[in-house]
């Protein structure tokens, strides 16, 4: 694998392993590192056995990565769980009062170093010491974190730290350091719910409802912090259901609106989705897949969801579905899923994970310029007969949308079948002609559909196919091939319907071999490829313990 530093913090919640992670993450993005990080924790407040794990590097990063170089224990219990993963020249970073004499221990005098309630800083100052960072950038970082409102707070921190670094630079352990970076160009720490927050503000959206539920649950709280500056009505509704009704009453009347959930939120909110369609109403829907059935794992990774999202809401209607796959396409597919969900007036999905959602990355600065908002349909420049046909059958399915109470045209919705001015009907003739209407807009969908991306040959002697956040894992897999010798190619599904045949069938069927890699257990994608296409993808690398999908668990499992 690339040459990287992999960091893990393990420890108990509640011992502050997130912050002494995040500080340190910003750290290296602002000393010029890309990084990625992968969050597991349990579900519950304290206890239990949690990681904050950032790979570094100077080149990108697009996966995380199994083997650790630096294992930073905050209790004994990570060193007995992770010491098995650290690589030969690996160090054991832990208080002096825990520690067991060994290879790769690197004891740390605590209490002599700073007070009890700063054992996280002094780690972060070691922690920087061992890896070659600037103090002063880290100094920076911890200032930032804490906030201008806590002065005191912030300099004894930075004393711990001061303490720290100074202790790790005089122990001069044989421990690598990052290559140093001269004059690094600027760039985020972002993580994919942050990234789809900042793709649906940038897009115009302007309401944003959910229920808490995680992974989602940091999109509203992002919106929410940027809602004043921005003109974001952020609701937290008292269940799913009322969320995805607040946000269809308020795209009705005019609002580019998102709901957020998982998939035990979006059980509740199927309903909705089938009333998006009917009443022909714009709406995005984000749903952060985790283990299920039920409950499950709800802090875990999955990508179990797909045919659920599918085939969910009543009845037979046209959706799309987006599968980012990087902190990037949150972005831009957020944007896109907003102005495709207005164009086609109906529910849009895009598909996350908590390993996405909750992976922070070292990202370039979004170009804005340019940039179209999203904008509900206007009658400027446009004479509509009396009675305003809110249903109007056209050729392209999609009828002339007006807003309540914006001109003197009456607009009338319902949830039942309707005629072409919105009104109930029961005639069986209109019915047919109201199905086909709704049905065109697929067409026009299938003519947006983005194309799955192709890195690596034509005709290859292997050809990995995944979507969603497995990409970088795979990407990373095949590298790892191809530096062997071995003819690998790539190909990642960034949308996973509608499935375009013309766009993708020929690519499969010139490959040697193809192999479906996916965070389920029965190959969700291969089994809607063989449905829309009729190719059989008989190998399947899946996972679905509540991990992400790494690059040596692609490797181990094709080595079988």
């Not at 003739?429 to 299938?446: F, Q, W």
């Amino acid at each position: 694998m690339q040459k990287t530093c992999n960091i893990l913090i393990g420890g108990e919640a509640g011992q502050g392993l997130v912050t002494v992670g995040q500080i340190l993450a910003k750290g290296l993005v602002r000393s010029g590192y890309a990084i990625c990080v992968t969050q597991s924790y349990q579900s519950r407040i304290r206890g239990g056995h949690n990681t904050f794990a950032i790979r570094a590097g100077v080149d990108p990063i697009k996966a995380p990565q199994e083997a650790v170089d630096l294992l930073v224990a905050l209790d004994a219990d990570t060193v007995q769980i992770h010491k098995k993963e650290l690589l030969p020249h690996g160090l054991i970073i832990i208080d002096e009062a825990l520690a067991r004499t060994g290879d790769g221990v690197f004891p740390i005098p605590f209490t002599k170093l700073a007070p009890d309630q700063y054992t996280n800083i002094v780690d972060l100052g070691v922690i920087a010491a061992l890896l070659g960072l600037d103090q002063g950038i880290c100094a920076q970082a911890v200032a930032d974190f804490f906030g201008k409102g806590h002065r005191d707070v912030i300099q004894e921190n930075q004393r711990a730290l001061e303490a720290a670094y100074r202790w790790g630079i005089e122990q001069a352990a044989a421990f690598e350091k990052l290559p140093p970076l001269s004059q690094p160009k600027p760039h985020m720490m972002m993580n994919g719910n942050e990234a789809i927050a900042l793709g649906a503000a940038s897009a115009g959206l302007k309401f944003y409802s959910f229920y808490p539920m995680t992974p989602s649950t940091s999109i509203g709280l992002a919106l929410a912090a940027w809602a004043r500056e921005l003109g974001i009505i952020v609701e937290q509704a008292e269940d799913e259901i009322a969320a995805i009704n607040m946000a269809l009453g308020a795209s009705f009347a005019g609002a580019p609106s998102m709901v957020a959930t998982s998939g035990g939120g979006f059980a509740l909110m199927v309903e909705g989705v089938s009333l998006a369609a009917m009443t022909e109403t714009p709406v995005v829907i984000v749903v952060g897949q985790r283990p299920a059935p039920a409950t499950g794992l709800p802090t875990r990774t999955a990508q179990a969801d797909l045919e659920f999202v599918l085939h969910a809401g009543h009845g037979e209607f046209p959706r799309a579905v987006f599968a980012p796959g990087s902190i990037e396409e949150c972005f831009t597919l957020t944007q896109k899923a907003l102005a495709l969900a207005e164009r086609y007036q109906g529910p849009v999905f895009i598909l996350t994970d908590q390993f996405l959602a909750d992976s922070y990355r070292a990202t370039a600065p979004f170009q804005l310029d340019g940039m179209p908002l999203v904008q509900p349909w206007s009658p400027k420049g446009n004479v509509f007969p009396t009675p305003y046909r809110r249903f109007a059958i056209t050729a392209d399915g999609i009828s002339p949308r007006l807003l309540p109470g914006l001109t003197e045209h009456l607009v009338v919705a319902d949830s039942d079948e309707h005629t072409e001015d919105g009104h109930i009907t029961e005639d069986l003739e209109v019915r047919t002609k109201m199905v086909n209407k709704r049905l065109r807009k697929g067409a026009g969908m299938r003519v947006e559909a983005i194309p799955p991306e192709l890195q690596g040959a034509e005709g290859p002697d292997l050809l990995l196919i995944t979507w969603g956040s497995s990409k970088g894992a795979v990407e990373e897999a095949a590298a790892l091939m191809q530096a062997r010798g071995e003819q690998v190619a790539t190909l990642h599904f960034a949308q996973v319907w509608p499935l375009v045949p013309e766009l993708f069938l020929e690519r499969l069927q010139r490959a040697k071999e193809v192999v479906v890699v996916e965070g389920n257990a029965t190959g969700q994608l291969a089994r809607l490829i063989r449905r829309e296409t009729g190719f059989l993808i008989e190998r399947r690398v899946l996972r679905y313990d509540g991990l992400p999908i790494t690059p040596e668990f692609i490797t181990r499992e094709l080595e079988r």
